[in-house]
Structure formats: C-alpha cells, structure tokens
C-alpha cells in the first residue's frame, strides 16, 4: 500500500477483530468447556497481528508527520477492546491530511 495510514488501518481492524475473538471466544472455550487449544491459537493469531500492527504504527510515525502524541493515542486505544472501531474515522481522516506520507 502507498499510504502506511491505510495499511495501519486496515492491520488495526485485523488486530481489533482478533483481541475480540480472543476475549470473547477462545477464552470462555478455554474456561468453561476445557479447550486450552483455542486460547493457544487465537493468542498466537493475535499475537502476530498485534506484532504486524505495532510494525505498521512504526512506519507510519517513520513516513508521515504524525506527532508521537498521536502515535501514543493509537497504541493505547489498540490496547482497549472495541476502541480501534470508534478511532477507525478519525484515522481515516489523518490519511487524508496535507502534509501526510512523504515517502
């Protein structure tokens, strides 16, 4: 993709689906129906998601103009479950903005 912006975006919604299903799926199979194996794949699926994401923030802090107040708030609210789906718009917008990626 040519704008990091939008790969951050689209890995961002990858990652917020995954800690979803991580939380609400794989945790009660583990927990209530004895099913440690679903923990194990969906912690390692959204491990790596959350790995490609923190990759994809990097490179848009290294090709954009963003300040890292910015970069602190999207690394938060990756952090807290269903946030990345309310900050989506506003990310949407910032790669929309004058002065975005120069690389």
Do not use: Q
Not at 7 to 26: K, M, Q, W
Not at 74 to 96: G, K, N, Q, T
Request: glycine residues 6%; charged residues 15%.
């Amino acid at each position: 993709m040519k704008n990091p912006v939008s790969f951050l975006r689209g890995v961002g919604l990858l990652e917020a689906v995954s800690y979803l299903f991580l939380l609400f799926v794989a945790m009660p199979l583990k927990y209530a129906w004895d099913m440690p194996m679903a923990v194990r794949i969906a912690g390692s699926v959204h491990g790596a998601l959350f790995v490609a994401f923190c990759f994809a923030l990097w490179r848009v802090l290294n090709h954009t103009n963003w300040p890292l107040s910015r970069a602190a708030f999207v690394f938060l609210a990756s952090l807290v479950p269903f946030m990345p789906f309310f900050i989506d718009r506003r990310m949407r917008a910032w790669a929309e903005e004058p002065g975005g990626p120069h690389a």
